[in-house]
């Protein structure tokens, strides 16, 4: 992208998300407004809306964080953010999906790049959680049917988030599952297996 499309780009996602409810449009003196110093001259300070809030929350500082993806096959995967506190540090959880781009004529999207992804936001309970990551773990590729699919808990270290466990799951029809190396045989789990080790990876006191 030519450098005056990369000044523009961020003002019409800023004006697409104003649109939207997400951002406020907010005089730059109002409390919690969300920072605007560092943006080009002209441009309106903004607060969040309460769902992007959450959101926004949820993805700087998580109590813990899940990845998924597929080993060695580069790409967008879903993520999932725990919200919560101290005393109960998964309350809930934000649930990140990759999304296509929205249909109709977009013709600075074709060249903005990683700025040009777009993504769902869902908020979802615990039980939610560990039954979408049993459910993703049983999907089978089928570009790419020997790489097991990978789920890393991460946990909020300070201002860095840790990876605390990776979880390799493999399946041959979708209903059952391996978990570990490959050719190391083991266990077969079904989906509610899958789930009940999921909802423990979730669980920060196990």
């Known amino acids: 992208m030519r450098r005056r499309g990369r000044k523009k780009l961020p003002a019409v996602i800023l004006d697409g998300l104003e649109e939207c ?12 407004a969300a920072p605007g110093g560092d943006r080009e001259s002209g441009l309106a ?8 809030g959450v959101v926004m929350a949820a993805r ?13 096959v580069p790409g967008r995967y879903p993520r999932l953010y725990a919200l919560g506190d101290e005393q109960e540090p998964v309350r809930a959880v934000i ?17 903005a790049g990683s700025l040009a992804w777009f993504y769902r936001y869902d908020l979802i309970s615990k039980p ?26 991460l946990r909020r ?19 059952t599952a391996r978990i570990g190396p490959a050719g190391t045989g083991g266990d077969q789990y079904e989906q509610a297996d899958l789930t009940s080790i999921m909802s423990g990876l979730l669980s920060p006191q196990q």
């Open 95 to 111: 649930q990140e999906a990759p999304e296509g781009t929205p249909p109709g004529d977009f013709p600075h999207l074709h060249t």
């Open 21 to 32: 409810g997400l951002l406020v449009c907010q005089a730059p003196a109002v409390p919690f």
């Open 157 to 175: 270290d300070h201002d860095s988030l840790l990876t605390v466990r990776t979880i390799a799951v493999r399946t041959d029809d979708g209903k």
């Open 60 to 72: 700087t500082r998580p109590a813990l964080a899940v990845t998924c993806e597929l080993e060695k």
């Open 128 to 153: 939610s959680a560990a039954d979408f990551l049993a459910r993703w773990a049983l999907l089978r590729s089928q570009r790419h049917p020997c790489s097991p699919r990978l789920i890393t808990l």
């Open 45 to 52: 300070d903004y607060a969040f809306s309460p769902e992007l």
